[in-house]
T-cell receptor, first 115, second 112 residues
Framework: GAGVSQSPSNKVTEKGKDVELRCDPI?????LYWYRQSLGQGLEFLIY????????KSGLPSDRFSAERTGGSVSTLTIQRTQQEDSAVYLC?????????????FGPGTRLLVL | DQQVKQNSPSLSVQEGRISILNCDYT??????FLWYKKYPAEGPTFLIS?????DKNEDGRFTVFLNKSAKHLSLHIVPSQPGDSAVYFC???????????FGQGTELSVKP
């Protein structure tokens, strides 16, 4: 079956521009997560959607970052006025119901480079 | 404030020998721990997990040990194979919904 997909796979942008990153979770998964991995760092939690509940945005590094999930499926992570420190691999994951003992399945990531 | 730490950025092991990857955590609210494996240019893939009510979980060549009093877990791979060469991340969750807190990763190299 299809796994988590993300697009684009790579994105190069200029400082100050806005970018949108897309995630298609596994069909039927109600929980969706965004993480990022900066160079030489571990994965950093950004935001978590669970069904129709208000998202947990506690990991978003600044108000330039936002995410939405339309129709309980596809999610878009938007970074406004990008900065060079936003350069990272942005990873999306999904799980069946959002319980902490469930396996999260990751997509291949979007590599963002801000020049 | 790094709640999950992997203090060894890299580990090199001979094929057939045991690989031991370590992870420490600080938050006593964590009740579920996972190991993920990551190849370059791919997303992490789930390897093995353990609940805080257990101290050991085994799956084939992979065993995870949890020492709650020391807030320490380890992943043992026996015997190690060249295909095991990857970056291994430990992660923890608990009390905060499903979000995972990851360590920095340990790059394992298994030499033939």
């Amino acid at each position: 079956g299809a796994g988590v997909s993300q697009s684009p796979s790579n994105k190069v942008t200029e400082k100050g521009k806005d970018v949108e990153l897309r995630c298609d979770p596994i069909s039927g998964h109600t929980a969706l997560y965004w993480y990022r991995q900066s160079l030489g760092q571990g994965l950093e939690f950004l935001i978590y959607f669970q069904g129709n509940s208000a998202p947990d945005k506690s990991g978003l590094p600044s108000d330039r970052f936002s995410a939405e999930r339309t129709g309980g499926s596809v999610s878009t992570l938007t970074i406004q006025r990008t900065q060079q420190e936003d350069s990272a691999v942005y990873l999306c994951a999904s799980s069946l119901s959002g319980f902490d003992w469930e396996t999260q399945y990751f997509g291949p990531g979007t590599r963002l480079l801000v020049l | 404030d790094q709640q999950v730490k992997q203090n060894s950025p890299s580990l090199s092991v001979q094929e057939g020998r045991i690989s031991i990857l370590n992870c420490d955590y600080t938050n006593s609210m964590f009740d579920y721990f996972l190991w993920y494996k990551k190849y370059p240019a791919e997303g992490p893939t789930f390897l093995i997990s353990i609940s805080s009510i257990k101290d050991k979980n085994e799956d084939g060549r992979f065993t995870v040990f949890l020492n709650k009093s020391a807030k320490h877990l380890s992943l043992h791979i026996v015997p190690s194979q060249p295909g095991d060469s990857a970056v291994y991340f430990c992660a923890a969750s608990g009390g905060q919904g499903g979000k995972l807190i990851f360590g920095q990763g340990t790059e394992l190299s298994v030499k033939p």
